[in-house]
């Protein structure tokens, strides 16, 4: 099983900055995708930023060069600096990990709990 557990939330002003992190526990597999998603109530979830176990790098129009996303291999543990933050980046932020197997192909998701972020003056 595969447990991940986020910080690092929180309210903070347009134009200020947070970083997220996510540790991710359990068989989470050799090649797998850690990332981030968010959600406004009423809205789906969307994806914000993904880093795979190779090093590619994936992100959202919205947030290119204000965030930015990273991992530590040798913590389990994916990171995402968020800077520039706008009133528009308010919602809830969840890691994601995704796993692949071969034989038989699956492909393997969890979640986070979720951590509020809140821009706002």
């Known amino acids: 099983q595969v447990q991940l557990v986020e910080s690092g939330g929180g309210l903070v002003n347009p134009g200020g900055s947070l970083r997220l992190a996510c540790v991710a526990s359990?068989?989470?597999?050799?090649?797998?995708?850690l990332g981030w998603y968010r959600q406004v109530a009423g809205k789906e979830r969307a994806l914000v930023a993904t880093a795979a176990s190779g090093g590619a790098t994936n992100y959202t129009d919205s947030v290119k060069g204000r965030f930015t996303i990273s991992r530590d291999n040798s913590k389990n543990t994916v990171y995402l600096q968020m800077n520039d933050l706008r009133p528009e980046d308010t919602a809830i932020y969840y890691c994601n990990l995704k796993k692949w197997v071969f034989i038989p192909p699956y492909e393997y998701n969890y979640w986070g709990q979720g951590t509020q972020v809140a821009v706002s003056s």
């Open positions: 359990g068989s989470v597999g050799a090649i797998n995708s």
